[in-house]
């Protein structure tokens, strides 16, 4: 077999203006969602040149399953002290809780800066240092990667959070447990859906191209279950209209599901059960994460027309 050689590109060849060229290509919908992959994130409500006092950000989005404010800013150029103070005072205008400094090249202060502010920050704020390359491979056109330089230590920063409140109760040390194994597991399998960073909370959302809507892996330990199930916010037309599909909805998925519209409460949610799970016995964790992995998969795939449906 003949393999081809991989060939950087110089990026200034790719894209000869930063911001009518990159950031325009940056905010397109399908790039700005392989960015989001790389930090796994789903980036939406997509802004360019944004003001900030007298000075314009390139681009501001949200996080779908957060809602976070994410701040990204580019220089297709090596890093400097002025886009340093840039994304600080961008990022403190705009209340931004994720900042992404996207780069041709990161000098070795620039990303010991962005990693000593990670590393003194709590989880509620992110920096992100990540290059920007381009490859061909004979003649193809030109092939982006992000290659990420600097990224928070989510573990550490949650570990941090609870040694300053009250500690960690035994329950919160097992979901943290778990969630760290299933994200290992999800890489293992390339990220089927974007990986969360690994909390002590219960649940472990994914999106589906919805802010109305996410789909949540819940952990049921007391009753010795995994929940996975769609959840609908504040709109019980779409879930009426979704219960209308029912008979289609259950054929494609497979099974039947539990459709529980949750009159006392806002949202309502339509989900499957995975028995097994007890966290004094984890023999079986490779098991449920990877049933857990299919079940979203498979509900991301069958649910999304209707959650996007217009009504």
Same mark, same amino acid.
């Given at each position: 077999?003949?393999?081809?050689?991989?060939?950087?590109?110089?990026?200034?060849?790719?894209?000869?203006?930063?911001?009518?060229?990159?950031?325009?290509?940056?905010?397109?919908? &399908? *790039?700005?969602? !392989?960015?989001? =992959?790389?930090?796994? /994130?789903?980036?939406?409500?997509?802004?360019?040149?944004? @003001?900030?006092?007298?000075?314009?950000?390139?681009?501001?989005?949200?996080?779908?399953?957060?809602?976070?404010?994410?701040?990204? &800013? *580019?220089?297709? !150029?090596?890093? =400097?002290?002025?886009? /340093?103070?840039?994304?600080?005072?961008?990022?403190?205008? @705009?209340?931004?809780?994720?900042?992404?400094?996207?780069?041709?090249?990161?000098?070795?202060?620039?990303?010991?800066?962005?990693?000593?502010?990670?590393?003194?920050?709590?989880?509620?704020?992110?920096?992100?240092?990540?290059?920007?390359?381009?490859?061909?491979?004979?003649?193809?056109?030109?092939?982006?990667?992000?290659?990420?330089?600097?990224?928070?230590?989510?573990?550490?920063?949650?570990?941090?959070?609870?040694?300053?409140?009250?500690?960690?109760?035994?329950?919160?040390?097992?979901?943290?447990?778990?969630?760290?194994?299933?994200?290992?597991?999800?890489?293992?399998?390339?990220?089927?859906?974007?990986?969360?960073?690994?909390?002590?909370?219960?649940?472990?959302?994914?999106?589906?191209?919805?802010?109305?809507?996410?789909?949540?892996?819940?952990?049921?330990?007391?009753?010795?279950?995994?929940?996975?199930?769609?959840?609908?916010?504040?709109?019980?037309?779409?879930?009426?209209?979704?219960?209308?599909?029912?008979?289609?909805?259950?054929?494609?998925?497979?099974?039947?599901?539990?459709?529980?519209?949750?009159?006392?409460?806002?949202?309502?949610?339509?989900?499957?059960?995975?028995?097994?799970?007890?966290?004094?016995?984890?023999?079986?964790?490779?098991?449920?994460?990877?049933?857990?992995?299919?079940?979203?998969?498979?509900?991301?795939?069958?649910?999304?027309?209707?959650?996007?449906?217009?009504?």
């Amino acid at each position: 077999m003949k393999l081809g050689k991989l060939h950087e590109v110089d990026i200034r060849k790719v894209w000869p203006h930063e911001q009518y060229d990159f950031s325009k290509w940056l905010a397109a919908e &399908e *790039n700005i969602q !392989e960015l989001g =992959n790389v930090l796994n /994130l789903s980036l939406t409500d997509i802004e360019t040149e944004r @003001l900030v006092g007298s000075y314009r950000c390139d681009i501001l989005c949200r996080d779908e399953i957060t809602g976070k404010v994410v701040l990204i &800013e *580019n220089q297709l !150029e090596q890093t =400097n002290h002025d886009h /340093l103070g840039k994304i600080l005072t961008y990022a403190s205008g @705009l209340d931004a809780s994720v900042v992404v400094w996207v780069v041709a090249a990161a000098r070795d202060e620039h990303a010991s800066a962005i990693e000593w502010l990670n590393k003194h920050t709590d989880d509620s704020i992110s920096f992100f240092l990540i290059e920007i390359h381009a490859y061909k491979i004979g003649d193809s056109e030109p092939a982006p990667q992000f290659k990420i330089i600097e990224q928070p230590n989510d573990f550490a920063k949650i570990v941090k959070r609870i040694s300053q409140d009250k500690g960690m109760n035994e329950s919160q040390g097992c979901r943290l447990e778990f969630w760290t194994q299933f994200n290992d597991i999800l890489e293992q399998r390339g990220k089927p859906f974007n990986k969360r960073k690994a909390t002590t909370d219960h649940w472990y959302s994914v999106a589906v191209g919805s802010s109305e809507c996410q789909i949540s892996i819940d952990l049921v330990n007391k009753e010795h279950k995994i929940r996975v199930g769609l959840w609908i916010a504040d709109n019980k037309e779409r879930f009426d209209y979704m219960k209308q599909h029912k008979a289609e909805i259950e054929a494609a998925m497979g099974m039947a599901l539990s459709w529980e519209r949750l009159d006392n409460k806002k949202s309502s949610l339509i989900c499957t059960y995975i028995k097994g799970l007890d966290f004094k016995n984890q023999e079986n964790y490779p098991e449920l994460m990877n049933k857990s992995i299919d079940l979203v998969v498979k509900m991301r795939d069958v649910l999304k027309e209707y959650v996007l449906a217009e009504l």
